[in-house]
């Protein structure tokens, strides 16, 4: 069977390396390097734009119509301050070094699913082996400006998901995916830092690539082009309770961790949660790394209707990892079963937080949830206090 989107992976297989190689550049350049002064967001920010300059750029040149959700835009590059004007130069020149470098083209093959294995198979008309400059490049940014919608073909793209990870040299992530009707139909994930292999510390094996098309499976393959990097498929193992683990944010302020704590404790999960940042936990789930057989975000409490002080989550943070889950076997949802809807726009709405796991973890983790959380709010009236999690709205 002919896969779909071939076209489409190829595009988005070689934007998404392109970005990386440049965020790995940045982090070693700026990061690692002496230049960071403690506490120095700006490498992240420089990372940020230039990677969307990069992917845009690809995508707008590939795919001229196709309409793209980007996190970032170019305002602040076009402020009119020395301290503009320099974070633009730095992203224009990040960005053109890596645009400017020639098509790679390797001999591609099919492997036993008929998928093109091997090579970026990169073509010059997708906007490579050339500059572009200041103007063309803040163009592109301002590509990713596309409010989304519940109808027609459209890209959504994370170019550094994961910033706090990103700057610690830890998990972080380049994400892409195309939504067709507010469905997602093809996920690619970057992540530099995960080893290719589970369990494994890193070092030559670093930089893995996933990659996820909707009814052909998931799979995984290196980072960094060569003529053998083959595609291997990526299946959700089958994990006994007891014996896996929550994956989770790091981040204490992005998910309700002591929530997590008490759901794991409620089904018998005894594995201590694994903690990384960005959808590099989709990918962790996928392979089953470090028992990690759950991906949790509850929000916090606060912020009234959602929790979270307010945040709402943004689709770009969640469409390529939800496919990657689906594709290897799982399923994802919002903590009360819903469907993750990607057709609300830039953001999933009130969606009350992402639950991701094999079909029959899952049921049972929506379940604790449910039961956690109306324990918590039993709690919380008896003290006479404040909500501490979330009300009870999410129980409606
Ligand atoms: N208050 C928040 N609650 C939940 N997620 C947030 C919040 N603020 C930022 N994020 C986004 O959450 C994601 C990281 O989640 P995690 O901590 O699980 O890795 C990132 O996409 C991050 O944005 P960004 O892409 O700018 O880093
Ligand atoms: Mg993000
Ligand atoms: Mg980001
Ligand atoms: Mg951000």
Redesign the pocket.
Known sequence: MPVPFSLEQQVAIAAVRRACALTTTVFNKLVAGETLVKGDKSP?TVA?FSAQAVINTILSHAFPDDPIIG?EDSADLRAPTKESELLRSRVVELADEILVQPPLFFPRGVDEDEVVVGGSGERPEWGLGRRWGAEALLKAIDRGNYAGGRLGRMWTL?P???????LRGG??AVCLALLVDARVELGVIGCPNLPQITNDSGGDNKGALFIAVRGHGARQLPLSPSALSTQVRVNMPHLALHDLSFL????K???ALDTNARVAARIGVRGAPVR??????YAALVRGDGGGGVYL?L??AGGGKGG??G?Q??I??HAPGSLLVEEAGGVISDSRGRPLDFGLGRTLGENFGVVAARKEVHAQVIEAIQAVLAETEGEAEGEGTAVRTVPNFWLR
Request: charged share 35%.
């Open positions: 992240v940020d996190e994370d550094i998901d994961g910033t706090k990870g990103f998990q972080y989770e944010s790091v981040e302020a992005h998910a990384m940042d960005s959808q590099a936990k975000r929000p916090v979270n002080g945040y989550e943004k770009w943070d």
